[in-house]
């Protein structure tokens, strides 16, 4: 019986100030080797290398519906309605709405994503098209495709856990997991995290590497992490008393 070939699209997010000496970007070189490799096809936003404009402003709009006050969720969607997106923005969803798998790279800044990245976010999730006009969560305009995070840290695992010193890494992940990425309809995978590569040596940052690059080939079969949908939340948009919580952003007292 021949085996079944998948053969994916990524569309990588890359968010790092060094371009050609770190870590990140050999574990970003070794994952797209291996993708292209193997008939998978890759796209990359090295955002730092387009010199990417993270700053939402009233220059993302040829023309504007409300000159008076600047409503940027609301301009985007008359942008969207009459064609007049900026050239760059257009450019990203286009590799937005073309992958199979987005994966958003960087270092863990502040608990966080560099700005940069979040300014790609602010800038090409667009409302009416990622989101808006009924479309969250298990209707978000993404629904169909995967999504991913990938980042390091100077900190060692045991920091990051549960019980550790800076707490447990899928409660700083949330927002990012939960507000963006599911929002926005994708199925999210459990993120990969290079624990402290500058302190761990060249060995397990190698090992970091082929992980990584394991678990990009492997997305596709990876199972989802588990978020809640609006079935289990009333018209108050509390959730329902028969639904039992299962995030690290739900809970009951």
Not at 37 to 46: F, P, R, T, W
Not at 181 to 209: I, M, N, Q, S
Not at 242 to 253: A, E, L, Y
């Amino acid at each position: 019986m021949r085996r079944e070939v998948y053969k994916m699209k990524y569309l990588i997010v890359f968010a790092h100030p060094e371009n050609e000496h770190s870590f990140q970007r050999s574990l970003l070189d070794h994952a797209v080797a291996q993708l292209l490799a193997a008939g998978h096809e890759v796209k990359i936003s090295d955002l730092y290398a387009m010199n990417f404009e993270p700053v939402a402003s009233k220059n993302d709009f040829k023309t504007r519906r409300f000159p008076e006050r600047l409503q940027y969720d609301r301009e985007q969607k008359h942008s969207v309605q009459n064609g007049e997106l900026s050239a760059d923005i257009t450019a990203e969803l286009d590799k937005l709405f073309w992958c199979d798998v987005l994966v958003m790279q960087f270092p863990l800044y502040w608990f966080s994503m560099p700005a940069i990245m979040k300014g790609w976010v602010d800038r090409v999730f667009l409302n009416s098209l990622v989101y808006g006009a009924g479309m969250r969560f298990e209707t978000g305009g993404l629904k169909g495709k995967h999504a991913m995070v990938c980042t390091s840290t100077g900190g060692f695992d045991t920091m990051f856990s549960p019980d550790g010193l800076l707490g447990d890494m899928n409660v700083a992940l949330w927002h990012i997991h939960h507000g963006m990425l599911h929002y926005t309809g994708f199925d999210v995978l459990p993120p990969f995290v290079a624990w402290a590569p500058v302190r761990v040596g060249d060995e397990k940052c190698g090992e970091y590497r082929d992980t990584y690059a394991k678990r990009l080939l492997e997305s596709h079969t990876t199972q989802p992490m588990q978020f809640h949908d609006t079935a289990d939340f009333g018209k108050d948009f509390k959730m329902s008393a028969s639904v039992t919580p299962r995030t690290v952003g739900h809970w009951r007292d």
